[in-house]
Each structure stands twice: as structure tokens, then as C-alpha cells.
């Protein structure tokens, strides 16, 4: 699976849309990008995941660059809710058989 | 339909000992994802089961081991306990096919701290 480089921290004001970046610029063509979130002390949760195209669910919108090497994740409103560690995550497949490898992730801290 | 349950969610052992985890998939996951997160860090893979056998290991020794039985719920055991072993034990059941391929559902996890 590629390699992701995300910052280690960031702030948003509550309220306010959160754009959380990753970088995966060794990405190959089959490899998907996901996002989960853990909040502390909890385990970690699926948001959102695309290949080429960009997603939005209910929780948030992936922006995909069209060279593929990064990606953004949008979370459109934060709350204090959405304070939690976020981890981008590139893999080859999207069977539920492979592991997930976890790099350091994002901590997002959403301030009042 | 019910979530990924663990238990206990904490436990307390000491050095040398051994400990048993336990996880119950979501309903009709066939499979299941044992992760150790350490403090400060992101899980790392242990192993996972599909359909009663192991399908995949990362670089855990041999002294951490599992069961998946045949309604799904699995185990996870980790023998002669070192200081090093005191985690977040987190266990997630996913589906080969159908729904949102590739996903996990994680469960809350269990805290284990080897004194």
C-alpha cells in the first residue's frame, strides 16, 4: 500500500468547514483512498473512501486530486463532535480481506 | 443490526501472565481484523481470520494468537505478557462482499495494562 503523509495537528473554529489534507504521491491506479476518524478512546471509524472521482456522504466530501498524489478531506460544518485523530489510508483493494495500515494520522482539534 | 462488541472493556495483568479478548462481529461479517494500538500511536495489525482460518499476520510473535468460530466472534490470546503488551486491543469485523467493501467496523476496544 502507498505511503501517506498527513500533518500531524490542525484547528478549525466550530462551525466553519475543516479541509484536512494527504499526501500519496507513490499511489498506483488500483489504490483507493480512505479515510477513518478515531475519537478518544474509541475505535476508529469509516468515513469515506474513492479511487478517482470525488465522494460525499452524509459525514463528508473527498476531493482527489486528477494526478491522484493527494487528496483532501472535507468535513463541511465541524462541530466539537468532530474533534478526533483522522487518518488517510491508501490501499490496493476493497475487499474486506486486507489489513489496514495506520500511519500517525491528523489530530483535528474543532475549538468553540 | 448490532455493532462490533468487546469484552472486557479493561483488564489489569501482571507480567508473565496470560489474557484472553474477545469480539463479536457485526451481523453477517465473515470476518475479522485484531489491531494493538499503543499510546499516541495508530493501530497496528495483528492478524486477521476469514471464515475460521487466519488469512493474514503482521509482525506480532508468535505468543499472540486467535480463534475465529463459526458464528463469527472471535479471540484473541497473547501468552507470557510483557510490560510492552499494555494497549488498546481493537478488533474489527469487515465483509469480502457487499456493502462498503473494504471497510472495517471497529468495536470500542479493550485496554489492557500488564504490570
Known amino acids: 500500500d502507498a505511503k501517506t503523509t498527513q500533518p500531524p495537528s490542525m484547528d478549525c473554529a466550530e462551525g466553519r468547514a475543516a479541509n484536512l489534507p494527504c499526501n500519496h504521491s507513490t499511489i498506483s491506479g488500483n489504490e483507493y483512498v480512505y479515510w477513518y476518524r478515531q475519537i478518544h478512546s474509541q475505535g476508529p471509524q469509516y468515513i469515506i473512501h474513492?479511487?478517482?472521482n470525488n465522494e460525499t456522504n452524509e459525514m463528508a466530501s473527498l476531493i482527489i486530486t486528477e494526478d491522484r498524489k493527494s487528496s483532501t478531506l472535507i468535513l463541511p460544518h465541524a462541530t466539537l463532535r468532530d474533534t478526533a485523530v483522522y487518518y488517510c489510508?491508501?490501499?490496493?483493494?476493497?475487499?474486506?480481506?486486507?489489513?489496514?495500515?495506520f500511519g500517525s494520522g491528523t489530530r483535528l482539534q474543532v475549538q468553540p | 443490526e448490532t455493532g462490533v462488541t468487546q469484552s472486557p472493556t479493561h483488564l489489569i495483568k501482571t507480567r508473565g501472565q496470560q489474557v484472553t479478548l474477545r469480539c463479536s462481529s457485526q451481523?453477517?461479517?465473515?470476518?475479522v481484523s485484531w489491531y494493538q494500538q499503543a499510546l499516541g500511536q495508530g493501530p497496528q495489525f495483528i492478524f486477521q481470520?476469514?471464515?475460521?482460518?487466519?488469512?493474514g499476520r503482521g509482525n506480532f510473535p508468535p505468543r499472540f494468537s486467535g480463534l475465529q468460530f463459526p458464528n463469527y466472534s472471535s479471540e484473541l490470546n497473547v501468552n507470557a505478557l510483557e510490560l510492552d503488551d499494555s494497549a488498546l486491543y481493537l478488533c474489527?469485523?469487515?465483509?469480502?462482499?457487499?456493502?462498503?467493501?473494504?471497510?472495517?467496523?471497529f468495536g470500542p476496544g479493550t485496554r489492557l495494562l500488564v504490570l
Open positions: 474513492g479511487l478517482k
Open positions: 481470520y476469514y471464515r475460521e482460518e487466519e488469512n
Open positions: 451481523s453477517g461479517h465473515n470476518t
Open positions: 489510508i491508501v490501499r490496493v483493494d476493497d475487499t474486506g480481506r486486507r489489513a489496514l495500515t
Open positions: 474489527a469485523s469487515s465483509l469480502v462482499s457487499g456493502g462498503i467493501r473494504g471497510t472495517q467496523y
